[in-house]
C-alpha cells in the first residue's frame, strides 16, 4: 500500500509499470538500456479514492490524462531505472495529494464604504483632469 494522506491509500497494484528507452544524450548506455520508467494510474477504478479527489485530480493531471481515465507520469532523469521509479512515483503520490487538498471556499465581501468613497473621488479628480485638457486644447 501507498500511503498519499492521513485516509487516503493507495494499493501498488493498481499502479503499472513500464520500463523503455529514454531519449537523448548518454551514448550506448542509453540505446540499449530501458531506464525511463512509465507509470499508469487508473483514477476511475480506484476504490482507495474518493469521488471528489478523483475528479480534482482528473482536472490536475492534464495532458497526462488519457481518455480510459489513465494518468501516465514518466520520469528519465537519472540513469538508473530505481531512482527513475521512485521519482515516478513521488510525482504520482505529490499529485494525488494536491487534488486531496480541498480548497477553500471563496466568500463575497462587499466594497466598505471607505473605498467607495476614495474609488469615487479618484474617479472626479481623472475627470476634471480631462476637462482642463480638453479646454486647453481648444484656445
Keep these: 500500500m501507498i500511503k498519499i494522506t492521513g485516509n487516503i491509500w493507495i494499493d501498488e497494484s493498481e499502479v503499472k509499470e513500464e520500463f523503455i528507452r529514454a531519449s537523448g544524450p548518454g551514448g550506448q548506455h542509453v540505446n540499449k538500456a530501458s531506464t525511463a520508467v512509465q507509470l499508469r494510474f487508473n483514477v476511475d477504478v480506484s476504490p482507495g479514492l474518493p469521488s ?3 475528479a480534482r485530480l482528473k482536472a490536475l493531471a492534464g495532458q497526462r490524462l488519457t481518455g480510459d481515465g489513465d494518468i501516465i507520469i514518466t520520469s528519465r532523469d537519472s540513469r538508473s531505472r530505481e531512482q527513475n521509479r521512485q521519482d515516478a512515483l513521488d510525482k504520482l503520490v505529490e499529485l494525488i495529494t494536491k487534488a486531496a487538498h480541498r480548497p477553500k471556499a471563496r466568500r463575497k465581501t462587499r466594497p466598505t ?3 467607495k468613497e476614495r474609488r469615487l ?3 472626479s479628480v481623472r475627470g476634471t483632469v480631462k ?3 480638453k479646454k ?3 484656445e
Design 121 to 123: 473621488k479618484e474617479k
Design 131 to 133: 476637462k482642463m485638457r
Design 136 to 138: 486647453g486644447a481648444d
Design 113 to 115: 464604504l471607505g473605498s
Design 52 to 54: 471528489d479527489v478523483k
